[in-house]
């Protein structure tokens, strides 16, 4: 039976089941910034 090598820090959080969870969580900081600064510019 072959296991999967689990992706875990120090504390134990499974970095992989992290990085799944934010691909769905919407958009970054910086996605924002850049969206309200194009919405921003195009009223001018």
Known sequence: MEQQKRNVTRSGTDIDEVKRLNQHSGLTYNQVKQL?????????
Not at 36 to 44: P, V
């Open 36 to 44: 309200l600064g194009e919405q921003y510019s195009g009223k001018k």
